[in-house]
T-cell receptor, first 111, second 109 residues
Framework: DGGITQSPKYLFRKEGQNVTLSCEQN?????MYWYRQDPGQGLRLIYY???????QKGDIAEGYSVSREKKESFPLTVTSAQKNPTAFYLC??????????FGPGTRLTVL | QKEVEQNSGPLSVPEGAIASLNCTYS??????FFWYRQYSGKSPELIMF????GDKEDGRFTAQLNKASQYVSLLIRDSQPSDSATYLC?????????FGAGTTVTVRA
């Protein structure tokens, strides 16, 4: 069953904590993306990767980090430097230059 | 000026009517254009994409693109209660998507 999975579905973070959001795809897509969505707003690009072992900053990369060690996986770490991390986080993947498809999302809340 | 702007809504239409959604973009180098539907609390799902000027139809949905006017629209014909959602316009330039804030559509039974 092909698709994009994200875990966990809900995540709670304490002040000063780093947390890692998982994103896995079995679509054999080269490109993967992380977006953040705040209530009533569109999606904003955090990081993207077009190939294994390479990634680029998006529009709002500060306070976040990523890795791309495998084609299937693109985890996002929300560091303590991100001062307002409460949001809905969406991972997407695509054949390079083609339509992006989204995972189900992770809702992160700061306690 | 925002890169991608959508009519803010909310848009309320009666069942069976046509819902018209508009989107303008600022980057003339934009290469392809997408409409996603997002139900409350869920992730976006692709409805349609369009690359060339003109109309593209898929079932009850029609996307229209006018690159000279930097304008893309989505028409939903015979609107159904299941069409009630937020519709996101996305514009692609160099493998990166820029999204509008979305238009929320409510279809009244």
């Amino acid at each position: 069953d092909g698709g994009i999975t994200q875990s966990p579905k809900y995540l709670f973070r304490k002040e000063g904590q780093n947390v890692t959001l998982s994103c896995e795809q079995n679509l054999n897509h080269d490109a993967m993306y992380w977006y953040r969505q705040d209530p009533g707003q569109g999606l904003r690009l955090i990081y993207y990767s077009q190939i294994v072992n390479d990634f680029q900053k998006g529009d709002i990369a500060e306070g976040y980090s990523v890795s791309r060690e495998k084609k299937e996986s693109f985890p996002l770490t929300v560091t303590s430097a991100q001062k307002n991390p409460t949001a809905f986080y969406l991972c997407a993947s695509s054949i390079l230059g083609d339509t992006q498809y989204f995972g189900p999302g992770t809702r992160l809340t700061v306690l | 000026q925002k890169e991608v702007e959508q009519n803010s809504g909310p848009l309320s239409v009666p069942e069976g009517a046509i819902a018209s959604l508009n989107c303008t973009y600022s980057d003339r180098g934009s290469q392809s254009f997408f409409w996603y539907r997002q139900y409350s609390g869920k992730s976006p799902e692709l409805i349609m994409f369009i690359y060339s000027n003109g109309d593209k139809e898929d079932g009850r949905f029609t996307a229209q693109l006018n690159k000279a006017s930097q304008y893309v629209s989505l028409l939903i014909r015979d609107s159904q209660p299941s069409d009630s959602a937020t519709y996101l316009c996305a514009v692609n330039r160099d493998y990166k998507l820029s999204f509008g804030a979305g238009t929320t559509v409510t279809v009244r039974a």
